[in-house]
């Protein structure tokens, strides 16, 4: 079924790169300041966050004492969250969104989320070259441990890409899915400790965020980029089981309901 | 390769009595199928060997799209089976998924991926594209500022620029222009002719009929026949007159022609003849011989209004001529049971040579879609021959009258030509 997978989409690959490369440009393509807008809407989310909470509400990172390292913080959880968070929106509204598509022409499905992960792909590395050049001028760049992102990526994308199959195929036949995961991603993002630090909080509440298996993935972002800090693996494996247990439900609704979803759109 | 075998096909749609039901039947283990299904398309079978045209006809909701749709692998067969050798390509839906701010060349890229083909390929295939779709420059302007027939020849040729093994065809090709169309039509012939197998929907008779070989007529989600274009076209158009009453029967004529009669019956063709200048019945005319059609009309019931039509139509069943006494204003009124009336339709035999068909229709008004007392095709099959005329091709003889001039070019401007008488 894998192979199957791959085989189609390996036909298919000058279609899925061609519908990235103009999902890209066409964002862009009536505007004046094109790519730039990419990075103007995190840059400003930053800013607003930087100010209200390190200037504003004089919030402090417990150890580190001067102001730029809560930017640091903010930013290394919420870009990745932006990558979650765009991987699981668009999923959840891809086979909506491409109804019309999907009702007149034939052609492999699971070209879909692939098209989806590289869009995002594509926007946060954007980001994350941004970020990183930030850090080297401010000569904040951490060390080796950059190279734990590469596996802390590779499993967000896995747990993200998982859950957005599963909303993606339940949003066709119920569109409550659409709405209900909007409010709870709400929720989910502050109860990840992204904005504010975890040791602000009291310690029956800490224990309920570490539930939150984004939590330990946020945390080993903000290691690695504030303090040059390996990530603590053990604390990523109900990660790793929840994002695994993501990808095949979602694969397996996927494919038990992928004919019947043409008849729903 | 290109050859289709459906197997038991089937397609019904969930319904489901309310939004909650569904979401039961998926959480609850084990539970019944709380849905009820709806068939839309039932036990289709036929195999279609490689290169035939097959056209299939149908009022609207008889499953037609719904059958292409499963054929080119859109939507899923509830049950039974599809084969397909070859690859398809389909005609439903022209111009879906072109993007309008990007240029008539992108989208022709994006188009031909999205059919499978690498990137490379469609940049062999763009001067072939390009030439065929004849829009020019606008290639190169976004598809937001082309005109639908634009975007459909754009689209069209995008679709057919490499030939198929299989090619589905819906009604979409009714756009564009007349010279498109033709055009389009053409390639479509050409494919056909390279070995293509052809499946079209159309509600044209004269589409269906010039190009496939055989037709399939479905019936409310079933396969009611599955012939000859001719025959199936004439029991779908005696079908579509089929009111409350109405018998439509076809028989089999000596020459193998299957003959097709529905109405209700109130009057009835008695006998059809066609009379040469001695009044003599004959089978065979001569090219610009006049000629005499005589119809005798039988009436069963007392009627207020009766109008006679009668249409030639060539070997492929295409409409040469046809005409009726309430365009003629030579309605009758006021009949009485246990009339005969006789018809005589003069005219000198301008067709080209061939076998020609008459078909006849005893109606109350211009169509036979109001009252129709009786339709009947291959009424009356006759020859036209050519001994006396010039040879000519096609189906009509227009008589054209010569007149030749020649000058040498320096003489200036040429006299008119005289006509000859």
């Known amino acids: 079924m894998l192979l199957n997978l791959y085989r189609s989409l390996r036909s298919y690959r000058g279609f899925i790169l061609g519908s990235v490369k103009r999902e890209f440009q066409s964002r862009y393509r009536n505007s004046l300041f094109g790519a730039l807008w990419t990075v103007l809407n995190p840059l400003s989310m930053i800013v607003v966050y930087t100010v209200i909470f390190s200037q504003i509400m004089r919030a402090r990172l417990p150890g580190v004492e001067d102001g730029l390292a809560y930017s ?90 998982g859950l957005g199959m599963i909303l993606g195929v339940l949003n066709v036949f119920f569109r409550d899915v659409g709405q209900f995961f909007g409010i709870l991603l709400q929720f989910w993002f ?73 008849d729903e759109l | 390769m290109g050859t289709i075998r ?74 039974g089976q599809i084969h397909l050798q070859g690859r398809v390509a389909a005609l439903l839906e022209l111009g879906m998924g072109f993007h309008p701010d990007f240029t008539g060349r992108q989208n022709a890229f994006m188009a031909g991926q999205l059919l499978g083909m690498q990137v490379e390929e469609i940049e062999a295939l763009m001067p072939e594209i390009e030439g065929f779709a004849e829009i020019g420059e606008a290639i190169d302007q976004p598809v937001r500022t082309y005109s639908s027939g634009m975007q459909m020849r754009l689209a069209f040729s995008v679709a057919t620029a490499r030939r198929p093994d299989i090619l589905i065809v819906d009604e979409a090709l009714s756009v564009g222009d007349a010279y498109f169309q033709h055009k389009s039509f053409e390639r479509i012939r050409s494919f056909r002719r390279a070995g293509t197998t052809l499946l079209i929907v159309s509600h044209d008779r004269s589409a269906i009929q010039s190009i496939c070989d055989t ?58 003849r066609l009379l040469d200048q001695r009044q003599r019945s004959v089978e065979v005319a001569e090219v610009g011989q006049p000629m005499v059609l005589e119809v005798q009309v039988d009436v069963r019931q007392d009627i207020e209004r009766l109008v006679l039509g009668f249409m030639i139509k060539d070997r492929l069943g295409q409409a040469i001529y046809g005409i009726n006494t309430h365009r003629l204003d030579q309605a009758l009124t006021d009949l009485h049971a246990g009339e005969r009336v006789t018809y005589r339709f003069a005219f000198p035999m301008r067709l080209g040579k061939g076998n020609y068909s008459v078909a006849l229709s005893l109606s109350r008004l211009d169509s036979h879609l109001d009252r129709n007392f009786e339709w009947r095709d291959y009424g009356l099959v006759f020859h036209v021959i050519n001994n006396r005329q010039e040879d000519f091709v096609g189906c009509s003889w227009l008589e054209a009258q010569t007149s030749i001039t020649r000058s040498s070019e320096t003489s200036g401007q040429p006299q008119a030509p005289e006509i000859a008488p």
């Open chain 2, 6 to 79: 459906v197997t038991g096909l089937g397609k019904a749609y969930k319904q489901y009595p309310n939004r909650w039901s569904r979401l039961i039947e998926w959480l609850v283990p084990f539970s019944r199928p709380r849905h009820e299904q709806h068939w839309v398309l039932q036990g289709v079978d036929f195999e279609i060997p490689a290169g035939e045209a097959v056209g299939i006809v149908g009022v609207n909701g008889a499953g037609k799209s719904t059958l292409l749709k499963m054929i080119t692998g859109t939507t899923q067969p509830t049950c």
């Open chain 2, 215 to 272: 037709a399939i007529l479905l019936e409310k989600g079933r396969m009611a026949m599955h012939g000859k274009p001719e025959e199936v076209m004439d029991y779908y158009n005696a079908m579509l007159a089929e009111r409350e009453g109405q018998i439509v029967r076809q028989e089999m004529l000596a020459n193998g022609q299957v003959q097709t009669i529905s109405g209700t019956g109130e009057a009835t063709i008695h006998s059809v």
């Open chain 1, 72 to 161: 640091v913080y903010l930013c290394a959880g919420l870009l990745t969250w932006g990558l979650f968070s765009e991987i699981t929106l668009r999923s959840q509204s891809m086979f909506l969104e491409n109804a019309n598509l999907l009702k007149k022409i034939s052609f492999p499905r699971i070209c879909l989320p692939v098209i989806v992960l590289l869009n995002a792909g594509i926007n946060f590395a954007i980001i994350l070259g941004l970020f990183l050049g930030f850090l080297l001028i401010t000569g904040r760049l951490p060390g080796m441990a950059l190279l734990a992102l590469v596996p802390l990526l590779a499993l967000q994308v896995m747990f993200s890409a």
């Open chain 1, 190 to 262: 502050w109860l990840t400790p992204i904005v504010y630090p975890m040791s602000i909080l009291p310690e029956g509440i800490q224990r309920v965020l570490a539930l939150n298996p984004l939590t330990a993935l946020m945390h080993s972002y903000q290691n690695v980029f504030l303090y040059n800090q390996w990530p603590d693996w053990n604390s990523l494996t109900p990660v790793l089981v929840i994002g695994l247990l993501f990808c095949v439900m979602g694969l397996r609704l996927f494919r038990q309901r992928v004919g019947e979803m043409v």
